[in-house]
């Protein structure tokens, strides 16, 4: 080849590697957009033609590997044994959703005291129990342990701070580390000194939960730990209440009470320790695992495959060690008033010593369940059967007891894949063992009757069970009995009708109860020889007043007839007038703000035993009580929400029984002001 040939060769030859390498460069990145696809360059120009980089194609390039849930969370959870999914509640109308005591309830006076409901509620559950449920509000329960499933990590700080030194704190954090590997924490802290003398109250919960599953969805376990403790001042009841409505000081905490010695007692909020009192721990520690076989499937999209496992059978165990420490003490006896007001004339002349009881369990359970699924598509309806073997351990001071317990389980529940119908059947048998003979059967049928009549739900719970423990004479809290105890057994009707669209909801219940096992004083129990029934029947219904103001109305009726060893008011009623606000007036801020009242009948109420820590039958005293009014102002800011309230309103109003008394010689607070926050935060 000549030169010249030679040189034009290798201007072509450079010509055709530029063109070659530009268009190496030429990367593109595609999207496609609602108006079509668009293509855009990595490389752009100057304004001199130069080649330089394209900063909105990296941009593009960031947004294809960015997390799509880097600025938001999908969160949602489902209660242990429970496969419905529920969503966070952001709501801030009502502020007895978020605190430790429901309204229905009343205490001793000071928020962490025993409590009982107004509703007549009996134990409707079967096989052992220990009968302290004084201070259940406050627990923490395997059956309202929440199992999340989140996008992000989960956080919520709540912190109340109330009268006297009153403080409350829950912290609640949950993170998936994989998808299929979920764990959470909640603690929670109570104290509060209360307004009275001896009437401090501590109670402290953890629970650490955890759910994983293996990738191929055969294998799977459920972890639970619950720790809780509760500790309460025991005063006994005021010596004389008529002294509250001439106080020289207008200070409740001047009255002398039943309990405790004067010298020994605090308010000192950060007190958790008492002299005169009860002391439970509980603890719990559960582990259920199970392995499914099924059908393996598949889902072929355009680039991706995606594995599916359908279980059609399970095979499931549940292990469960329960301890439980019930605990009364006096580090200060007074015979003199032992005596005198509950009648313990064996503590004559014993003075400044130490009187206790206690009670101890230990609780190892196994149960074994095959599940079957008989739809593929549909894990909401399955049939479960199986066994359990419980293991009881006992020490009442030096007296040591064993049992165990051998029972059958059995369930089915359907909830249909277009929610209409909502079928759960569950029963219990007690086969040999300390409760033997004892059962639990409960059916509930919901429907949807259209979207806009809404659901209507009807139910049959009947239970036989072997009354609680701490009503036998073998326990160390020094019940009294001169019968035989049979087996209780209540049956419960019940039906309730919601409709969302027209924020009313109506239930009834009508309870037929046999054998019903109760206290009438401070030591002794009796049960009812004949049998009694309640009914009751209650309405909750929100009325739109104008466009920012409602009025939210609950009213229950309850009725008992037959010899009933029992005392209801006939009437509770709950009412809130709010003045309310989504976000209209000011950019994210949801306000509700209003009066709210509660009012129920007066009746013959329970007194309480500090001893035993039982609410008990009396015909002496009936209350007179004035409606509890409070003023509210509730909002949110996003993920912030706050709390502000100015309760017992009704103490300001002059005259006698300013003071309301729950039960006979326990007195509630006067005004009281809580201000708490609740604050979500998304890692």
Not at 317 to 322: A, P, V, Y
Request: overall charge positive.
């Amino acid at each position: 080849m000549n030169a010249p040939a030679a040189g034009k060769f290798f201007k072509v030859l450079m010509a055709v590697l530029l063109v070659h390498n530009c268009l190496l460069a030429q990367k593109t990145i595609t999207r496609s957009t609602d108006a079509g696809t668009t293509t855009t360059s990595s490389v752009a120009y100057d304004s001199q033609g130069r080649p330089i980089r394209n900063r909105s194609a990296d941009s593009l390039r960031t947004l294809q590997k960015r997390d799509r849930y880097a600025d938001s969370i999908t969160i949602y959870y489902r209660y242990y044994d429970s496969n419905r999914i529920r969503n966070i509640d952001s709501s801030i109308a009502d502020f007895s959703t978020r605190f430790p005591q429901p309204y229905t309830y009343v205490n001793l006076g000071n928020l962490g005291t025993a409590s009982k409901s107004l509703l007549f509620s009996p134990i409707m559950k079967s096989g052992w129990d220990a009968g302290f449920h004084q201070y259940d509000i406050y627990s923490f329960t395997v059956e309202n342990t929440k199992f999340y499933q989140t996008t992000r990590p989960y956080t919520e700080l709540a912190y109340l701070l109330g009268g006297k030194g009153e403080q409350y704190i829950n912290l609640s954090h949950t993170q998936n580390k994989k998808n299929n590997f979920n764990f959470g924490f909640d603690y929670r802290f109570l104290n509060a000194p209360g307004t009275y003398k001896n009437q401090n109250s501590s109670h402290s919960n953890l629970r650490l939960n955890a759910t994983y599953q293996t990738p191929n969805r055969k294998y799977g376990a459920f972890f639970i730990y619950i720790s809780n403790k509760h500790t309460s001042s025991e005063n006994g009841g005021l010596q004389d209440a008529k002294k509250l409505d001439s106080l020289a000081l207008n200070d409740p905490f001047e009255l002398e009470t039943r309990l405790g010695v004067s010298g020994t007692v605090s308010r000192n909020p950060f007190n958790t320790g008492i002299t005169t009192g009860n002391e439970y721990k509980e603890t719990t520690l559960l582990y259920r695992h199970y392995y499914d076989l099924g059908k393996k499937d598949s889902i072929v999209t355009d680039s991706v495959t995606y594995k599916i496992f359908y279980p059609r059978l399970r095979l499931q165990h549940t292990f469960r060690l329960s301890s439980y420490t019930y605990y009364f003490h006096d580090n200060n006896v007074d015979s003199t008033r032992y005596n005198d007001y509950f009648g313990m004339r064996f503590l004559t002349g014993v003075s400044n010593q130490l009187f206790m009881m206690q009670d101890k369990w230990t609780s190892i359970t196994n149960e074994f369940h095959v599940i079957t699924f008989p739809e593929k598509n549909n894990l909401s309806q399955f049939l479960k059967v199986g066994a359990g073997v419980q293991n009881l351990h006992g020490t009442f001071g030096s007296v040591i007891k064993r049992d165990y317990n051998v029972y059958l389980t059995g369930e089915y529940r359907n909830r249909t894949r277009n929610q209409v119908w909502d079928i759960e059947a569950t029963g219990n048998l007690y086969l040999t063992g300390l409760n033997s003979g004892d059962y639990n059967a409960y059916i509930s049928l919901k429907r949807l009757l259209t979207k806009k009549l809404g659901y209507l739900e009807l139910g049959f719970h009947n239970v036989n069970r072997s009354p609680s423990f701490v009503y036998s004479n073998e326990s160390s809290f020094m019940v009294q009995t001169t019968q035989s105890f049979k087996k209780e057994n209540t049956t419960r009707l019940f039906a309730q009708y919601e409709n969302p669209k027209s924020n009313l909801k109506l239930t009834g219940e009508y309870f037929l109860v046999n054998n019903y096992s109760y206290f009438d004083s401070f030591f002794v129990a009796k049960q009812a020889t004949s049998l009694f029934n309640v009914l009751h029947i209650g309405l909750e219904k929100k009325f739109k007043l104008t466009r920012h103001w409602n009025w939210y109305t609950e009213v229950h009726v309850q009725q008992a007839t037959g010899a009933a060893p029992v005392h209801l008011p006939l009437v509770l009623t709950r009412n809130r007038i709010a003045f309310e606000d989504n976000g209209k007036f000011f950019a994210n801020l949801f306000l509700s703000t209003g009066i709210e009242v509660r009012y129920y009948t007066n009746y013959k109420a329970d007194n309480y035993s500090p001893f035993t820590g039982q609410f008990f039958y009396q015909e002496s005293y009936t209350t007179a009580n004035r409606p509890d009014i409070n003023f509210f102002m509730h909002f949110r800011i996003k993920s912030f929400k706050a709390f502000l309230r100015w309760e017992n309103l009704n103490s300001s109003i002059p005259g006698k029984g300013k003071y309301n008394l729950s039960f006979p010689n326990y007195a509630n607070a006067g005004n009281w002001l809580r201000f708490g926050i609740w604050w979500n935060f998304v890692n």
